[in-house]
C-alpha cells in the first residue's frame, strides 16, 4: 500500500497524471495480444518531454506505439523499450506468451498462423509460421535420485554498484543483503551429499573454501558465517578471472557441476567470458542472474545459453528469492542431451526453422520452436515434428501431429513472436563477431521493418499527422511512473495462483516482518532437514518454548516434533511463499521419514490446533 500511496504522490508532484486505462487481451494457444491505451494530461503550460519507461517481460515484443490528441509526438523505442514521448494519450501494442493451465499440459501443441496475402512472396510475413509448444516432465523417480549428486558454486558480485537499492519505493533492501537472504535459502536448500563452493567478486575475486567442500552441518555453519560478513567493497565488475580460477577445478566425479552467476552489472570482455563459458559447457551448466537495470543483457543471456543453463533477471519490485529458487530447480533436474528436431511434411512443403537449436529442456518451462512453411499444401495436409533426446542415458521421443491449414482469424502474433525470435539470433551473431555483419545487420532491419519488431538498428519514430508542427523553446523533462500500471497488466498474463501470491506482496501490512519470520525459520533449520525445539523456534511461531513442549505427543522426540510444527507453520501460514522454502520443506519431510516414527496423524492434528492451521498428513508430504 505504501508503494502505490508513493507512486500516486509521484503523478501528483510532477502533473502529469494518469488519467484512464483501457486494455485489449486476445489468446491464441500459448500467446497472448495485448493493446493497452493509457491516457496522460499535461496540465502545464508548457510542452513537456516526457520519460515513458514500461516494463517488459523478458519474452515479449513489442510491435506498435503510437500517441493522439497532441500537439506534437516525439517517440523513440530503443533495444531496451524505453519510449520517450510528450502526448495527452499513448496507445501501446504489445505481444508475449501468455502461460495458462490446461488439459494435458506436457503434451506438445502446435499452432499454423498463416501470413499477409500482401507482403512480399517467400518472405517471414507471407508465408504461414507454425509454433510448437513443448513442456516436458521427467520421471519423478529419476528427479530424486540425482538430487544429491551436484557441486553447487555460487558467484556472487560483490562490487561497489551492490550497494544500491533493489528499487526505489520504501522500505527497499540493498542488493547485497537481498543476495545475502538468496544465499541463506540457497544454502538450506541444498541436499546432502552434494558439493558447494561460494566466490565473491569485483576487481579481484576470493573463494569460501580453496575448493568445494561436502555439505553437511560444519560446512554449512562456515558458509553462513561468511555470508553474514558479506559487503559491496570489492571494488569494480571483473568476472573473467574469478571464473577462470573455477573452471581449473577438478570436477568431482558423479558431481555434475551447476554454476550460479549473481551481477548487477556489465563487463568489458563479454566475448571472452562467452567463450570461456562455451569451451567448458560439457563439465557444467550456468544459472545466470542479472539484478537491477544495469544489469548486460548480452552477458546474463549469453552466460545461460553457452553454459546450457537459463537465465533470470530481477529489476523493478521483484524479489530476488523466487527466481533464484526457480533456477535451482533447474539445476537439480537431470541434464537433457542430444536434443533434436526433425519434422515431416508433404513433398510440396518445405520448413526453415526460425529458432536456435535446442541445447536445455527443463520441465517446468516451456520451450517454442518457430519454423516458417514453405510452398502450397491442401487444406487437409499433416505435419509431423519429432523431438527426441536423452535423459539419464534413456532414450525420449515426442512426436506431434499438427493440421498444415492455418489459423486466419489472427493479428500475426505467431509471426511476430517468430521474427523477435529470428532478430535475436541475428543480434547475438552480430556481437559474437560474425563474418557477414553487413548482411546480418540488413537481415536484421528488413524482418523488423516487415514485422514492426523493433531491433537494434530500428526505432519507432512517431509523427504527427495532423499539424506537422515542432514544438518550440526547451521541454520540460518529465519521468512518468508507472508502477501501478505495470501491477494492472501483470494482472492479464500470470496465472491465478502468482495473483494471489503478487496481492500478499503488494497489499500484506506488514510484508517485511513476514519476511523476516520465514527467514528466521530458515535460517533455524539443520543441515540434515530438522529443527531443535527451543525458544527460537517458539518465538517464530509467536508461541514460548513451553508451549511447545508441554503439546508434545509422547510417541516422538523433540527435534521431530519441532520439524513437524515448522512444516505445518509453512504449509498452513506461507503458502504463498512455497516457491522459495519448497526445498527446505522436502528436506525436513525426508528427514521425518527417515525418523521411522510410524503413523504422524495425531501428531499433525495436535499442531494444527496448536499453530491454528488445517494442514493434512499428506499435503506436508510424510
Request: hydrophobic share 40%.
Given at each position: 500500500?505504501?508503494?502505490?500511496?508513493?507512486?500516486?504522490?509521484?503523478?501528483?508532484?510532477?502533473?502529469?497524471?494518469?488519467?484512464?486505462?483501457?486494455?485489449?487481451?486476445?489468446v491464441?494457444?500459448?500467446?497472448?495480444?495485448?493493446?493497452?491505451?493509457?491516457?496522460?494530461?499535461?496540465?502545464?503550460?508548457?510542452?513537456?518531454e516526457?520519460?515513458?519507461v514500461?516494463?517488459?517481460?523478458?519474452?515479449?515484443?513489442?510491435?506498435?506505439?503510437?500517441?493522439?490528441?497532441?500537439?506534437?509526438?516525439?517517440?523513440l523505442?530503443?533495444?531496451?523499450?524505453?519510449?520517450?514521448?510528450?502526448?495527452?494519450?499513448?496507445?501501446q501494442?504489445?505481444?508475449?506468451?501468455?502461460?495458462?493451465?490446461?488439459?494435458?499440459?506436457?503434451?506438445?501443441?502446435?499452432?499454423?498462423?498463416?501470413?499477409?496475402?500482401?507482403?512480399?512472396?517467400?518472405?517471414?510475413?507471407?508465408?504461414?509460421?507454425?509454433?510448437?509448444?513443448?513442456?516436458?516432465?521427467?520421471?519423478?523417480?529419476?528427479m530424486?535420485?540425482?538430487a544429491?549428486?551436484?557441486?553447487?558454486?555460487?558467484?556472487?558480485?560483490?562490487?561497489?554498484?551492490?550497494?544500491?537499492?533493489?528499487?526505489q519505493g520504501?522500505?527497499?533492501?540493498m542488493?547485497i543483503?537481498?543476495?545475502?537472504?538468496?544465499l541463506?535459502?540457497?544454502?538450506?536448500?541444498?541436499?546432502?551429499g552434494?558439493y558447494?563452493?561460494?566466490?565473491?567478486?569485483?576487481?579481484?575475486?576470493?573463494?569460501?573454501?580453496?575448493?568445494?567442500?561436502?555439505y553437511?552441518q560444519?560446512?554449512?555453519?562456515?558458509?553462513?558465517?561468511?555470508?553474514?560478513?558479506?559487503?559491496?567493497?570489492?571494488?569494480?565488475?571483473?568476472?573473467?578471472?574469478?571464473?577462470?580460477h573455477?573452471?581449473?577445478?577438478?570436477?568431482?566425479?558423479?558431481?555434475?557441476?551447476q554454476?550460479?552467476?549473481?551481477?548487477?552489472?556489465?563487463?568489458?570482455?563479454?566475448?571472452?567470458?562467452?567463450?570461456?563459458v562455451?569451451s567448458?559447457?560439457?563439465?557444467?551448466r550456468?544459472f545466470?542472474?542479472?539484478?537491477g537495470?544495469?544489469a548486460?543483457?548480452?552477458?546474463?543471456?549469453?552466460?545461460?545459453?553457452?553454459g546450457?543453463?537459463?537465465?533470470q533477471f530481477?529489476t523493478?519490485?521483484?524479489?530476488?528469492?523466487?527466481?533464484v529458487?526457480?533456477?535451482?530447480r533447474?539445476?537439480?533436474?537431470?541434464?537433457?542431451?542430444?536434443?533434436?528436431?526433425?519434422?515431416?511434411?508433404p513433398?510440396?512443403?518445405?520448413?526453415?526453422?526460425?529458432?536456435?537449436?535446442?541445447?536445455?529442456?527443463?520441465?517446468?518451462?516451456?520451450?517454442?520452436?518457430?519454423?516458417?512453411?514453405?510452398?502450397?499444401?491442401?487444406?487437409?495436409?499433416?505435419?509431423?515434428?519429432?523431438?527426441k533426446?536423452?535423459?539419464?542415458?534413456?532414450?525420449?521421443?515426442?512426436?506431434?501431429?499438427?493440421?498444415?491449414?492455418?489459423?486466419?482469424?489472427?493479428?500475426l502474433?505467431?509471426?511476430r513472436?517468430?521474427?523477435?525470435?529470428?532478430?535475436?539470433?541475428?543480434?547475438?551473431?552480430?556481437r559474437?563477431?560474425?563474418?557477414?555483419?553487413?548482411?546480418i545487420?540488413?537481415?536484421m532491419v528488413?524482418?523488423?521493418?516487415?514485422?514492426?519488431?523493433?531491433?537494434?538498428?530500428t526505432?519507432?519514430i512517431?509523427?504527427?499527422?495532423?499539424?506537422?508542427?515542432?514544438?518550440k523553446?526547451?521541454?520540460?523533462?518529465?519521468?512518468?511512473p508507472?508502477?501501478a500500471?505495470?501491477?494492472?497488466?501483470?494482472?492479464l498474463?500470470?496465472?491465478?495462483?502468482?495473483?494471489?501470491y503478487?496481492?500478499?506482496?503488494?497489499?500484506?501490512?506488514?510484508?517485511?516482518?513476514?519476511?523476516?519470520?520465514?527467514l528466521?525459520?530458515?535460517?533455524?533449520?539443520?543441515?540434515?532437514?530438522?529443527w531443535?525445539l527451543?525458544?527460537?523456534?517458539?518465538?517464530?511461531?509467536?508461541?514460548?518454548?513451553?508451549?511447545l513442549?508441554?503439546?508434545?505427543p509422547?510417541?516422538?522426540?523433540g527435534?521431530?516434533?519441532?520439524?513437524?510444527?515448522?512444516?505445518?507453520?509453512?504449509?498452513g501460514?506461507?503458502?504463498?511463499?512455497q516457491?522459495?522454502?519448497?526445498?527446505?520443506?522436502?528436506?525436513?519431510?525426508?528427514?521425518?521419514?527417515?525418523?521411522?516414527?510410524?503413523?504422524?496423524?495425531?501428531?499433525?492434528?495436535?499442531?494444527?490446533?496448536?499453530?491454528?492451521c488445517?494442514v493434512?498428513?499428506?499435503?506436508?508430504?510424510?
Open positions: 500500500l505504501d508503494s502505490l500511496m508513493f507512486t500516486f504522490d509521484v503523478f501528483t508532484s510532477l502533473r502529469l497524471p494518469l488519467k484512464s486505462i483501457s486494455v485489449e487481451v486476445l491464441q494457444d500459448h500467446v497472448a495480444t495485448v493493446s493497452s491505451a493509457l491516457q496522460y494530461v499535461n496540465e502545464e503550460e508548457r510542452p513537456l516526457a520519460l515513458f514500461f516494463p517488459l517481460p523478458a519474452d515479449a515484443a513489442v510491435c506498435h506505439f503510437s500517441g493522439s490528441s497532441s500537439p506534437c509526438l516525439l517517440m523505442l530503443s533495444a531496451t523499450s524505453v519510449p520517450r514521448s510528450e502526448s495527452r494519450r499513448l496507445w501494442s504489445c505481444i508475449y506468451f501468455y502461460f495458462t493451465s490446461f488439459d494435458n499440459t506436457h503434451q506438445p501443441s502446435a499452432i499454423v498462423e498463416a501470413g499477409v496475402t500482401t507482403a512480399p512472396p517467400g518472405s517471414l510475413m507471407r508465408d504461414p509460421v507454425v509454433m510448437i509448444s513443448l513442456y516436458p516432465e521427467f520421471p519423478e523417480e529419476l530424486k535420485s540425482l544429491t549428486q551436484c557441486e553447487f558454486v555460487f558467484v556472487i558480485d560483490r562490487s561497489g554498484s551492490m550497494g544500491g537499492m533493489m528499487n520504501k522500505g527497499a533492501q542488493r543483503e537481498s543476495a545475502k537472504d538468496t541463506l535459502l540457497l544454502l538450506k536448500s541444498l541436499p546432502m552434494c558447494f563452493n561460494i566466490y565473491g567478486f569485483g576487481s579481484d575475486f576470493e573463494s569460501f573454501f580453496p575448493q568445494s567442500v561436502e553437511n560444519d560446512t554449512m555453519d562456515q558458509a553462513l558465517k561468511r555470508v553474514k560478513e558479506m559487503q559491496a567493497d570489492m571494488g569494480g565488475t571483473e568476472i573473467l578471472q574469478p571464473l577462470k573455477i573452471y581449473s577445478q577438478p570436477c568431482y566425479p558423479d558431481h555434475p557441476r554454476l550460479f552467476v549473481f551481477t548487477d552489472g556489465e563487463v568489458g570482455d563479454t566475448k571472452e567470458v562467452l567463450d570461456l562455451k567448458h559447457a560439457h563439465s557444467h550456468c545466470s542472474l542479472g539484478i537495470e544495469g548486460s543483457a548480452a552477458l546474463i543471456t549469453g552466460m545461460a545459453r553457452e546450457s543453463g537459463h537465465a530481477i523493478d519490485t521483484d524479489r530476488m528469492q523466487p527466481k529458487m526457480q533456477s535451482l533447474f539445476a537439480l533436474q537431470p541434464a537433457v542431451l542430444n536434443i533434436s528436431v526433425d519434422w515431416t511434411l513433398d510440396d512443403v518445405t520448413v526453415d526453422t526460425l529458432s536456435p537449436p535446442i541445447n536445455v529442456l527443463f520441465q517446468g518451462q516451456r520451450t517454442l520452436i518457430y519454423a516458417q512453411l514453405k510452398g502450397e499444401s491442401s487444406g487437409g495436409s499433416e505435419g509431423t515434428v519429432t523431438v533426446y536423452s535423459l539419464k542415458d534413456q532414450p525420449v521421443t515426442n512426436q506431434l501431429h499438427f493440421c498444415l491449414k492455418p489459423t486466419e482469424k489472427t493479428k502474433s505467431i509471426h513472436l517468430a521474427a523477435r525470435t529470428l532478430i535475436r539470433s541475428l543480434e547475438q551473431k552480430e559474437s563477431g560474425a563474418a557477414d555483419v553487413e548482411g545487420r540488413s537481415r528488413e524482418l523488423s521493418v516487415q514485422a514492426g519488431v523493433s531491433c537494434v538498428h526505432a519507432f512517431a509523427v504527427n499527422k495532423d499539424s506537422r508542427q515542432t514544438v523553446g526547451p521541454l520540460l523533462h518529465r519521468r512518468v508507472i508502477y500500471i505495470y501491477l494492472i497488466l501483470l494482472l498474463y500470470i496465472d491465478f495462483y502468482l495473483f494471489l503478487v496481492c500478499v506482496c503488494v497489499c500484506s501490512a506488514a510484508p517485511e516482518l513476514q519476511k523476516d519470520l520465514l528466521q525459520l530458515v535460517s533455524l533449520q539443520k543441515a540434515s532437514g530438522c531443535d527451543d525458544a527460537t523456534l517458539a518465538d517464530v511461531f509467536g508461541k514460548t518454548e513451553d508451549e513442549t508441554n503439546q508434545k509422547a510417541q516422538v522426540d527435534s521431530v516434533w519441532a520439524t513437524l510444527l515448522a512444516l505445518i507453520w509453512l504449509y501460514c506461507k503458502i504463498e511463499q516457491v522459495e522454502w519448497q526445498f527446505v520443506a522436502m528436506k525436513a519431510a525426508s528427514w521425518i521419514g527417515s525418523q521411522k516414527v510410524g503413523d504422524l496423524s495425531q501428531c499433525v492434528c495436535v499442531g494444527n490446533v496448536l499453530l491454528g488445517q493434512t498428513k499428506e499435503t506436508l508430504g510424510i
